[in-house]
């Protein structure tokens, strides 16, 4: 059972308000000063913590005299618990995740409309705003950056094998097999915490059945039980044997680690995790290419690229007092802004900022070409359990790709379940 099952099955079990009682917000309240501004944080790993902190006290340095009270949980622990915490006593601002994972909540109500500042941001796209904006058309998030996911790897390892970049799926199993021979584990491989390999599928399904296909599936209009999908968990079958064995036992740390220590080859991650885990004067051999083509007709033209960015709770108490509100919206200005994105990459290189009026000449070589990647996609998704609902991807698809990972012969079985669950959720609305 995975850490995130557990913590899942504690806070149901208990009747439990898990995140609330450690992210209880605290802010000055409706009789406050309306100067301390809360804001639950899901960067609790060392690096994105650390440069939060710095751009947060950029941020209050050049205010008139506001104060965040960061209140950081771990990553998992807030995905987890987040609609328990925003139902109960959440923090001003708290950072989350554009698309789907953000609409959910902005039609359940939970969310402050921020429309009025998106009238006043500069430097975003029309695509981000799109992926801003709830189905009633208002915006809610603003988005602070981005990180694209690709097959990762280090430059000197393949110059030192004389490895060569694989184009296709079968040039992709090459390479894997040649690793073994090699005494590597050819593919770094993890899903502990139960997100991680859902990358791995989204690629899969998009290179094997294109990106409409994908979003459809995404979106509960395509059965599970469809030739398509079936396929696609084929082609995963396919490669399992060239992953690291354990990947239900393995948090994307260790796997990361395992590139970094050269005990792996290659693996599926998104940008911030090789980096994360590569000491300082090591990143510079951090290198990736695009999850190869599996079918010509979509070649590589979909890139898996999440936004993360922060968010008015709707149901913060403090926010009712009018000053804390403006704080707070004072607060999503400056981060809206290049500056603020710029302070905040200063401290961790491994993501890329979204509004063009950032600084990126100080950007490193994969950060460039990340850009480019992105860039050059004909189609960005957001990562399964951002583009689907939050309650599909967390009671459904987490332990159905586990069950996958651990016992990958009884495909039929697989969708047939998923199928059946899907059709229970998407029906209660």
Known sequence: MSRRSLLRGAAVGAGAVALPALLAACGSGPGGDGKTITLGSNSSDPVPK??????FAAYE??????KIKVNTVDHNTFQENISRYLQGR????????AGNRMQFFAEKGLLHDISDLWQEYKGFSDALKDQSTGADGKQYLTPYYYYPWAVFHRKSLFA???YQVPKTLDAYVALARQMRKDKLDPIAFCDKDGWPAMGTFDYI???????AFHKSLMAGEVAWTDRRVREVFDTWRRLLPYCQPGANGRTWQEAATGLQKRKAGMGVFGLPHPGAQFPEGERDDIDFFPFPVIDPEHGQDAVEAPIDGFLLAG??????????????????????TGKAEDAYLKGDPNNIAVNDRADISAYSPIQKKAVELVSGAKQISQFLDRDTRPDFASTVMIPAIQQFIGDPNDVDGLVNSIERQKKSIFAAG
Do not use: I
Not at 50 to 55: E, H, I, T
Not at 61 to 66: E, I, K, L, N
Not at 205 to 211: A, E, F, H, L
């Open 61 to 66: 340095a050049q205010s008139d005299g506001r």
């Open 315 to 336: 149901k913060s108490k403090s926010l009712k007092n009018g000053k804390t509100l403006e704080s707070a919206k004072d607060l999503l200005r400056w981060l809206a």
């Open 90 to 97: 959440p923090d001003d601002v708290f950072m989350w995740f």
């Open 50 to 55: 650390k440069a939060f902190a710095g751009a």
């Open 205 to 211: 399904d998009m290179r094997t059945n294109g990106y």
């Open 160 to 162: 030192d094998r004389g």
